[in-house]
C-alpha cells in the first residue's frame, strides 16, 4: 500500500511539472508564440500590421510593435506589416486580405487604416495604435467597453496644453492652424483648437493642406493672414517646407509630434511612438491571455515629455530656459 501510494505521489509530481512547463511554454511566457490564440486552428499565429502611410511617427510605432511583438516570442514569419501608401483602393485590397480568416489579430496604425478594418465587421481582432479620437471616428462607441471588436491605444492630443506652452513661450496675438482637411482626426483636433483658442481670447487663422504640394501655400497664406505662430495639429509629409518658410521669418512653429519637431517643427508636447507601439501590444496581450476584447478598454497615452528642435531653438534665439513647461525637456538634435 505503501509502495502503490509513493508511486502515485510521483505520478502526480511528474503531471504538475509538465502543467507548469506548458503553461510558461519553457520560456517564462505564456506560451509559445505558435500557441498564442490560434484562432484558425492552422498551428502557427499570424499577425497583421497595416498603415496608410509611411512618415517617421508611425514608422516609429511599427518598430514599438514589432519589438514588443518579439519581446513576447513571435517571430519574423508570424509578422507581416503592409502599407497602402496613401491609396484608398490599395488599402481596401489590404484590409480584405487581412480579414479573410488567415489572420489571428491586426494592429492598426492611426485612423484611416482602423476604420477600414472596423468597417470591413472583421471577426478578427483590431488592435489600433495612436488614433486620436477613438470615439469620434466611430471604431467605438465607449472607450471603457469597446463594442466593434477594436480596442488599443488614443493619443489624443493634448491641444490645450500645446497651445498654453505656446503662449507661454511665445506669446502671440494671432495663432495660424493648418491641417489636412481629409482625415476626421485632424478636423476633430482643429475643432478642439478652435475651441480653445476662442476661450482665452486668442484670433486664429486657418488653411487646409490636402496633400504636401499645399502645405507651402497654405503656410505662405496663414503669414499673409497675419499669424505671428503656427500650430500643426497632424500634418507630416511636407511639414518641412513649412519649417523651412516659418525659420526664414521666425515665426515659432508648434505640432503634435516629436517625429515632426525633428522634421523641423520647434516644439511640442510629446508621446514616445515606440512607447506607444509597445503599449498597443501590452494591451493585445491581454486578449492573447483569455480576455475577450469588448472587456479590454482603450487606453489614453498621456504624454511622454516635452520636445523641442534645437535648429528651431537656435533660429528663434530661444534658450532651453525660455521654454516653459513643467514637462520633462527632449532637445532634438536636427
Do not use: H, W
Not at 496608410?52 to 509578422?79: H, R, T, W
Not at 500645446?162 to 511665445?170: F, N, R, Y
Amino acid at each position: 500500500m505503501r509502495k502503490m501510494k509513493k508511486v502515485l505521489s510521483v505520478l502526480a509530481t511528474v503531471v504538475m511539472v509538465a502543467a507548469a512547463l506548458t503553461a510558461c511554454g519553457g520560456n517564462g511566457k505564456s506560451g509559445s508564440a505558435t500557441d498564442k490564440k490560434d484562432t484558425n486552428g492552422d498551428g502557427k499565429v499570424k499577425v497583421g500590421i497595416v498603415s496608410m502611410i509611411e512618415n517617421g511617427a508611425f514608422m516609429d510605432m511599427k518598430e514599438g510593435i514589432v519589438a514588443e511583438l518579439k519581446a513576447q516570442g513571435y517571430e519574423d514569419s508570424q509578422i507581416d506589416y503592409k502599407c497602402a501608401a496613401g491609396d484608398a483602393s490599395a488599402l481596401s485590397t489590404i484590409v480584405t486580405n487581412m480579414t479573410d480568416g488567415t489572420y489571428d489579430m491586426i494592429f492598426s496604425i492611426a485612423t484611416p487604416p482602423t476604420q477600414a478594418l472596423v468597417n470591413s465587421e472583421t471577426d478578427t481582432p483590431v488592435f489600433f495604435c495612436a488614433v486620436s479620437a477613438p470615439t469620434a471616428a466611430g471604431i467605438l462607441s465607449d472607450m471603457d467597453k469597446p463594442d466593434k471588436n477594436a480596442t488599443g491605444t488614443s493619443n489624443a492630443i493634448p491641444v490645450s496644453k500645446i497651445i498654453d506652452l505656446a503662449q507661454a513661450t511665445t506669446p502671440v496675438k494671432k495663432i495660424g492652424l493648418i491641417y489636412s482637411g481629409n482625415e476626421d482626426n485632424a478636423t476633430n483636433t482643429v475643432k478642439q483648437c478652435e475651441e480653445y483658442l476662442k476661450s482665452i481670447n486668442v484670433e486664429y487663422v486657418e488653411k487646409t493642406a490636402a496633400s504636401s504640394n499645399d502645405v507651402e501655400t497654405a503656410t505662405n497664406a496663414l503669414i499673409a493672414e497675419g499669424a505671428e505662430a503656427i500650430f500643426v495639429p497632424i500634418i507630416q509629409d511636407g511639414v518641412s517646407k513649412l519649417t523651412e518658410i516659418c525659420n526664414e521669418k521666425k515665426i515659432p512653429t508648434y505640432c503634435s509630434s516629436a517625429t515632426t519637431v525633428a522634421s523641423g517643427c520647434f516644439a511640442t508636447l510629446a508621446i514616445d511612438d515606440k512607447g506607444i507601439g509597445k503599449k498597443t501590444v501590452d494591451i493585445a496581450m491581454d486578449y492573447v491571455n483569455g480576455k475577450e476584447v469588448a472587456d479590454i478598454p482603450a487606453q489614453v497615452v498621456g504624454i511622454d515629455y516635452c520636445s523641442v528642435s534645437k535648429s528651431a531653438m537656435k533660429t528663434l534665439g530661444i534658450s532651453e530656459d525660455n521654454i516653459k513647461t513643467d514637462y520633462k525637456l527632449n532637445v532634438i538634435e536636427n
